[in-house]
């Protein structure tokens, strides 16, 4: 199975800082990369998802894609303690038309 | 609310019982799955329905048994479960693309199913 790699944090970074998660993934194949968000106890809620090379803004956040280099990555600006969850990076899988793989997530404490 | 929801919310059996998960989603979305969540690991994909087409990860043990009679419903029915069976069980639902095609086409997901095997 393709691996789909995160750090599992905690990453701690204090409010109104942005927060930087990673995430790299095996399948230079890859095309389609999501982003989702998961407080503890609930179910993970997407945040943003990428395909092309470069940057997409949305409010908040940043999504990066490097596929030469095999990582996405999730920026977010003016860092709330709201913010404080795992976030999940997940890879849509080469000749499949809906299945993703996930990483582990990233655990993120935004301090007040 | 993400338009997706799953009944019960918790549920506690014995590893002789049988049980069934149950998920509907109202957004018109044509493809649902079935994802197990167990601690310190990734989220991992039990089952997928999309237009009558069934998709299953191999490594899924058969006392998980899935149905899905239409495009909103889709059931995982339960029997002999084992301790490590617990876990929380998520649904999810999206758009299905072509096989070959690069359109985005996100999941949304239940609130889950916390379970616990005794």
Same mark, same amino acid.
């Given at each position: 199975q393709k691996e789909v790699e995160q750090n599992s944090g905690p990453l701690s970074v204090p409010e109104g800082a942005i927060a930087s998660l990673n995430c790299t993934y095996s399948d230079r194949g890859s095309q389609s990369f999501f982003w989702y968000r998961q407080y503890s106890g609930k179910s993970p809620e997407l945040i943003m998802f990428i395909y092309s090379n470069g940057d997409k803004e949305d409010g908040r956040f940043t999504a990066q894609l490097n596929k030469a280099s095999q990582y996405v990555s999730l920026l977010i600006r003016d860092s709330q303690p709201s913010d404080s969850a795992t976030y999940l990076c997940a890879v849509k899988i080469p000749n499949s038309g809906y299945a993703l793989n996930f990483g582990k997530g990233t655990s993120l404490l935004v301090t007040p | 609310e993400t338009g997706v929801t799953q009944t019960p919310r918790h549920l506690v059996m014995g590893m002789t019982n049988k049980k069934s998960l149950k998920c509907e989603q109202h957004l018109g979305h044509n493809a649902m799955y079935w +994802?197990?969540?167990?601690?310190?690991?990734?989220?991992?994909?039990?089952?997928? +329905?999309?237009?009558?087409?069934?998709?299953?990860?191999?490594?899924?043990?058969?006392?998980?048994?899935?149905?899905?009679?239409?495009?909103?419903h889709l059931f995982l029915h339960l029997h002999t479960l084992q301790p490590e069976d617990s876990a929380l069980y998520l649904c999810a639902s999206s758009q299905k693309v072509q096989i070959s095609g690069t359109g985005v086409r996100e999941q949304y997901f239940g609130p889950g199913t916390r379970l616990t095997v005794t």
């Open positions: - | +994802y197990k969540q167990s601690a310190k690991k990734p989220l991992e994909l039990m089952f997928v +329905y999309s237009l009558e087409e069934r998709v299953e990860n191999n490594s899924v043990p058969s006392r998980f048994s899935p149905e899905c009679p239409n495009s909103s």
